[in-house]
Nanobody
């Protein structure tokens, strides 16, 4: 599976962005999809994950109520809608595919290249 993330950019605090991640191949619906992020000088951290068809979904506490993960299996695409963005959301965001609903990096087998999100105060 090859993953291509897009949709990052520069936004003011309180603004919104929608990230997209398109997967190659015909078996997209069989994968759990996740979003992770890595801020400068910090380790990569879990953001959100969605199960094989339409859910379930899980989020890190810091984004609950602001971010929404969704998927369109017909388009081989997973999305991350990010609202009420904060400067601390600034990071490179990565999409990932795996076989298990998990919040740790090592449970995901395939990774996209990352897309930069910068939130100004």
């Amino acid at each position: 599976v090859q993953l291509q993330a897009s949709g990052g950019g520069l936004v003011q605090a309180g603004g919104s962005l929608r990230l997209s991640c398109v997967a190659s191949g015909r078996t997209f619906s069989r994968y759990v999809m996740g979003w992770f992020r890595q801020a400068p000088g910090k380790e990569r951290e879990f953001v959100a994950t969605i199960g094989w068809i339409t859910g379930p979904t899980f989020y890190v506490d810091s984004v609950k109520g602001r971010f929404t993960i969704s998927r369109d299996n017909a388009k081989n695409t997973v999305y991350l809608q990010m609202n009420s963005l904060k400067p601390e959301d600034t990071a490179v965001y990565y999409c990932a595919a795996g076989n298990t609903i998990a919040t740790t990096n090592d449970e995901y087998n395939y990774w996209g290249q990352g897309t930069q999100v910068t939130v100004s105060s």
